[in-house]
């Protein structure tokens, strides 16, 4: 690439730079003298050179803001306009320079932009090296042109605080007012965007306050107290509610009246202002303290006199705000560069710190236990079951994990579990394998010999309940029947697996002796053809199961029955159902009764008809006392039972109420008539209810024990018999 080109590149860059911070052109910046630099921006007549003139001599005798100048320029610029303020001259006579006291006046309008250098000391002990600038205040008019505008612009831009100075004796001139508002708008906009956070701290002063009907001491000089500073946080509007209703503005209706004519007249000034910045500020200022006397007209301005008496009101606290404001920023931006430094370093060492947790838990911690719970999930997590070239690659999966660097450094803590892990898979034991399946063989066959160890059998489809033991053993045992087909493990899991299979089926079966039959075969197969591998646990279980078949066919044999009795005590005992217990029960003991020897089993003939007796005693109505435990809606009950194909007749007028015994008659097939009054509910004793169920099976009593609901009204009351119906069954006991 060629120079020139590079070179108008770079001149581009740079007008663009111009252009963002709002100047017209492309003249090069001016290099500002170095400290904290402090616009005062206005218009003309404004007030910016007499405040200057006044804030200096005010700082002369000040306690908490000493002004000293510090070059000649500024220092004779100070002293001209103090002269012709305080209407002093001089006169030299044979060597002696003496004050002559002359006309006073104002003085001329600023030419051309004068840099102001002086040494701000705030409180005694804070010292600030000070920038400003006086310029002619039709420099920033946007009715007008300057070849200065874009050097006051500069200065502005890159000032430390900035103060707005507004003349009200232009209020009643609409048009220039808004002149000057809108000048004031554009400096704000040069400075930050319309919709971004205002940078410096910025004051409103209001000049020449002693012309606004009110205005008398310095009371009146600072708009925003402290308690109101959250106000300027708010829209325009609250802001100007609030101020106005504070107690220093409210109890003068003279300065209220000002106060808002002036806020009201800045409107569009405060509105991008308010809401953008906490460092804001609004001060009424007079550097003459009595409103000057009018003495002619010049081009553009009017000609004043200055007082008698000069007695400056406020000077000093735009300029001490301010300073105190820029110190407060200072210290915020100098915490904040070193909060920025702090996140920095904190973000570096939190990415420096996680790469090697990431790396270990999202990718080199996994990878072992993602192997070992593939291969182990196909073996229901029995590792016996898995074959070596599959247990070799957990070994060496954890393995890669111990000597991985990472691990190493950063984790060391987890090499011990990992080696722990290899170590057991290295140390793998077929031995201790068998020895443990054959445990549960034994546990099995220990099953088999006690009849209360056996799994239940349920009545109403004729299946068998495993319980928890009876299901870990299942698991057990088909965990080691996978892997190897002609491995030890795998074969004598499927003959256990096979046992367990017919056993269960025989429980289901109990009148079925075909299944015994068929076990105590396999039982004789198995010892033929395994007789070389069976363990000794597997030749009890086989023995265990053959012993269980050979005396269940001799008491068969010898009783004539077929069914066991022994058999059914502990399952018709076990089963809670009425209709087993007063049903098929009775059914299967009667027909075992048949085929009892009276001579040989008198005592399972007694058993058998004391129990049917019981059963038979159901068929009559009796006597059950009962307790309600709950009734919703502070409601109560009628109850009536009824034969059969029979309505109720409601003939019982009592109520039934919560927490309180009572009695009913029932047998079986009787139906029971249950109504329920809510609060409301007229009293008819059943016969219109708020609502009513019926409960109309055989055993429609257990029905009515524990929860009766009403659906159509939404209610359920609970029923409890004492004592509880099951207990009324009738059992089988000698």
């Known amino acids: 690439m060629k120079i020139s080109k590079l070179i108008k590149i770079f001149k581009k860059g740079s007008k663009a730079a111009a252009k963002r911070k709002g100047k017209k052109g492309a003249a090069p910046e001016t290099i500002w003298p170095s400290g904290i630099r402090i616009g005062i921006y206005g218009d003309a007549n404004s007030g910016k050179t007499v405040y200057f003139t006044v804030l200096n001599e005010e700082c002369k005798i000040s306690k908490n803001l000493q002004i000293s100048v510090i070059d000649n320029t500024t220092a004779g610029e100070f002293l001209s306009n103090y002269r012709a303020i305080w209407g002093l001259g ?130 009146d000089v600072v708009l925003i107290k402290p308690e109101d500073e959250y106000l300027v946080s708010e829209d325009f509007e609250f802001f100007l509610e609030k101020v106005l209703e504070s107690n220093l503005i409210a109890s003068d209706s003279a300065w209220a009246g000002s106060v808002r004519n002036v806020l009201v007249k800045l409107k569009d000034f405060l509105r991008v202002i308010l809401g953008r910045t906490l460092d804001l500020q609004i001060f009424f200022v007079s550097a003459t303290g009595v409103t000057p006397e009018k003495i002619g007209t010049d081009v553009g301005r009017s000609l004043y006199v200055p007082p008698d008496k000069i007695q400056p009101v406020g000077v000093k606290e735009p300029f001490y705000w301010l300073l105190n404001a820029i110190g407060r920023n200072k210290r915020i931006s100098r915490f904040r560069t070193v909060a920025k430094y702090a996140a920095l370093i904190s973000l570096i060492w939190i990415v420096l710190f996680s790469l090697p947790n990431l790396y270990h838990f999202k990718l080199l911690y996994p990878k072992p236990q993602r192997i070992e719970n593939e291969i182990l999930t196909a073996y229901g997590g029995n590792m016996y079951s898995a074959s070596d070239k599959e247990r070799g690659r957990i070994i060496r999966a954890y393995r890669n994990y111990e000597r991985a660097y990472t691990v190493k450094w950063f984790f060391e803590p987890f090499q011990g579990p990992a080696q722990r892990i290899r170590e057991g898979y290295m140390g793998y034991n077929e031995r201790e394998a068998i020895k443990y399946l054959n445990e549960h063989i034994a546990r099995f066959a220990t099953i088999v010999k006690d009849i209360t160890l056996w799994p239940r059998l349920n009545p109403s489809d004729s299946t068998v309940i495993l319980t928890s033991e009876h299901e870990r053993l299942v698991a057990t045992l088909d965990n080691y029947h996978k892997g190897d087909e002609t491995s030890i493990l795998f074969t004598r899991s499927g003959r256990a697996l096979a046992y367990w299979d017919m056993f269960t089926r025989a429980v289901a079966s109990p009148s079925d002796t075909t299944i015994w039959k068929t076990i105590q075969e396999q039982v004789r197969t198995d010892k033929s053809l395994y007789s070389q591998t069976l363990s000794r646990e597997e030749i009890l279980l ?80 009796k006597t059950f006392n009962y307790k309600v435990e709950s009734i919703p809606s502070d409601g109560h009950l009628h109850i009536e039972v009824a034969e059969k194909g029979k309505d109720p007749g409601w003939q019982e007028e009592s109520q039934i109420l919560a927490g309180f015994e009572y ?71 000698e």
């Open 542 to 621: 086989g023995d265990a199961l053959s012993e269980r078949k050979i005396k269940k066919v001799k008491k068969e044999v010898a009783k004539k029955a077929a069914v066991e009795l022994d058999d059914l005590i502990d399952q018709i005992n076990g089963n809670d159902s009425p209709s087993y217990r007063l049903g098929d029960a009775v059914a299967e003991l009667k027909k075992i009764r048949k085929s009892l020897d009276p001579g040989v089993d008198k005592k399972s003939i007694q058993m058998i008809d004391k129990y049917l007796s019981q059963a038979k005693k159901w068929d009559k109505k």
């Open 90 to 219: 001089t006169a030299v006579d044979a060597g002696t320079v003496v004050d002559l006291r002359g006309e006073k006046k104002f003085p001329n309008p600023t030419v051309t932009g004068k840099l102001l250098l002086f040494n701000a000391i705030v409180d005694r002990r804070r010292k600030f090296s000070v920038v400003s600038y006086d310029y002619n205040g039709k420099t920033v008019s946007i009715s007008e042109q300057s070849e200065q505008a874009d050097q006051v612009d500069d200065f502005m831009s890159g000032c430390d605080g900035l103060l707005f100075f507004y003349d009200p004796k232009i209020m009643g001139a609409e048009l220039e007012s808004q002149s000057h508002v809108a000048s004031f708008v554009n400096m704000v906009e040069r400075l930050a965007p319309l919709d971004s956070r205002l940078p410096i701290p910025i004051g409103l002063v209001i000049t020449k306050a002693d012309i606004l009907p009110g205005f008398s001491d310095d009371k």
């Open 663 to 733: 009695k009913l008659k029932w047998k079986v097939s009787d139906i029971i008539h249950i109504a329920i009054d809510t609060l409301m509910q007229a009293e008819t004793w059943g016969r219109e209810s708020s609502d009513k169920t019926i409960l109309r099976g055989k055993y429609s009593l257990f029905d009515m024990d524990g929860t009766v609901s009403f659906d159509n009204i939404g209610k359920k009351v609970n029923i409890r018999f004492i004592p509880p119906l099951v207990d009324q069954l009738p059992k089988l006991k």
